[in-house]
């Protein structure tokens, strides 16, 4: 009796186990590509493109992103606005990660938080147009004087100076993301969030790995269990991966092997246009290149229509402004530029000599991130700039954790740059140079230039606008803190099974879209 109750229990107990494992076996899970080392999961401190990604994986501000890219609701369920007071009404089956309920107060926290001083938030010139948050930045008032109210659990009243048409899409951006009140963010895994997943884990420089957050109120809705985002900084490798099956959805694409990409991978390759600009940044205040005639000569020395068709060769558009065309009017988006690339490189050569320096004492550093794709750029720049005006460089790269802090050093000279735009808006793009902004890593200021900026930022008439864009740049391609190079396209690798990746001017594609095509019938 006792042998056959012996057996029955192992029975019992092999059967769970065999259960388990099929569970475990069976869990749903997505291998994304994060291309560098995320510089920070904080909601506050995080700068770059892929730590935004994730962020937008764990984090639902009050509104979030549809499956193209577009502002739909968050955690909010709706709102209204009058006289530039803006109510929204939370979702009251909204939590967070630890089970408690998310509020309104959670909101007030967390911009409050990104509104002080002390957090050196990045974007936290996002909050200006919210009344009294420049005093506050500036340690004029105290953060209770920000017009940010909790007028109950599930109300959350903004008051702004002006309207902002642009407003709802900004609202989906981290620096407007709630902070909960059981604990501050903290390093690694022990991040309490709000969105669809919550992070389980983190291996430096080896993967971020999440998992479905079940106080999601549509967590039933997400097909990925997991989500583990792999850090390879080198395109090439990434691309191997991919081929190998161990990634579902790539960062990017190493540009050299496009033509064996479009042979072979064309139904997984996706290249679309995307609102961003490449520029070479430079420092105006290093004792070269705050020669302004060096600094022109430097920009038309460079072919464009080489680099991207030649260097790039996935699409990239030759730019010659800061500001993507495709924001601006129609008039402006077709406008011809008829660019001589011989007459640019002889009239380089007559400024580099009227400029006085001696090209032979003459070598600029060009700093970029670890990456196969922006050392060719750098290459290429660099036998332009000796072949067309005999200037050396030299060229330094390092890991993007250490890049983004690099640059903001004033012992910078020339480095990578660019900007994707927050919302789709010229601003997006000018605010970066005025003299008070935190990515004016170029220590470049003009009175005028912050003035008309100003002046676009409190205009809502179309034609009045486009003209005070149309200045703006002006001064910026006078004056050459940056010389623009090419706009972006989005370029991605994606699996044949995984659907719900909707290309987009945008490009992001949040992973709670995302399924498995195989088990979507």
Do not use: C
Request: hydrophobic share 40%; net charge positive; charged share 20%.
């Amino acid at each position: 009796m006792k042998r056959r109750y012996n057996l029955g229990m192992k029975f019992i107990f092999t059967t769970i186990l065999l259960i388990f494992s099929l569970h475990i076996h069976a869990m749903n899970t997505l291998n994304r590509g994060s291309g560098s080392e995320p510089d920070s999961l904080n909601i506050h401190l995080a700068e770059g493109l892929n730590s935004h990604n994730i962020l937008r994986d764990l984090y639902e501000g009050l509104m979030t992103l549809d499956i193209n890219g577009k502002p739909v609701y968050g955690a909010a369920l709706s709102h209204t606005v009058e006289n530039n007071v803006w109510t929204f009404n939370l979702k009251k089956n909204a939590k967070w990660s630890d089970g408690s309920a998310l509020t309104a107060h959670d909101f007030v926290r967390g911009w409050r938080k990104a509104a002080n001083p002390k957090t050196a938030a990045a974007y936290a010139f996002l909050l200006n147009n919210i009344i009294h948050a420049k005093k506050i930045m500036s340690s004029k008032l105290s953060l209770e004087n920000l017009a940010v109210k909790a007028l109950d659990d599930v109300t959350l009243q903004i008051k702004l100076w002006q309207a902002d048409s642009a407003f709802l899409e900004k609202l989906s951006l981290p620096i407007f993301y709630p902070l909960p009140k059981s604990k501050p963010l903290a390093l690694k895994h022990q991040i309490i969030s709000n969105g669809a997943y919550m992070l389980s884990d983190w291996k430096i420089q080896e993967k971020i790995v999440l998992s479905k957050n079940p106080y999601y109120y549509s967590a039933n809705q997400i097909y990925f269990d997991e989500v583990n985002y792999w850090v390879t900084e080198d395109q090439s490798s990434e691309l191997k991966r991919f081929r190998a099956g161990e990634l579902d959805i790539t960062e990017s694409i190493p540009d050299s092997q496009i033509g064996w990409i479009e042979q072979n991978l064309s139904n997984e390759l996706h290249i679309v246009p995307y609102l961003g600009s490449f520029f070479l940044g430079l420092n105006v205040s290093d004792k070269n290149l705050s020669n302004h005639k060096l600094r022109q000569a430097l920009s038309l020395a460079i072919d464009r229509e080489i680099l991207t068709k030649k260097v790039l060769k996935t699409g990239q558009q030759p730019a010659y402004h800061i500001v993507p065309r495709s924001l601006l009017s129609t008039q402006s988006q077709s406008a011809n530029l008829n660019i001589n690339q011989q007459k640019n490189i002889e009239r380089a050569k007559i400024l580099l000599k009227e400029s006085g320096i001696n090209t032979q004492d003459l070598k600029i550093e060009i700093l970029y991130n670890n990456s196969q794709n922006q050392r060719k750029v750098a290459i290429a720049i660099a036998a332009m700039w000796r072949q067309n005006l005999g200037i050396r460089a030299k060229l330094l790269n390092q890991e993007w954790k250490v890049f983004v802090q690099s640059r903001k050093s004033n012992k910078r000279q020339a480095f990578r740059s660019g900007w994707i735009a927050d919302y789709a808006d010229a601003l997006s793009f000018l605010q970066l140079f005025t003299t008070q902004s935190r990515f004016n890593f170029y220590h470049y200021s003009n009175i005028k230039y912050d003035r008309i900026v100003g002046e676009i930022a409190k205009n809502n008439q179309a034609q009045e606008k486009s003209n005070l864009i149309g200045e703006a740049e002006n001064i910026l391609l006078h004056d050459l803190p940056v010389i623009p190079l090419y706009y972006y396209v989005s370029r991605h690798l994606v699996d044949k099974k995984i659907s719900g990746f909707s290309d987009n001017v945008a490009d992001r594609h949040l992973s709670k879209y995302l399924f498995k095509e195989e088990d979507s019938k």
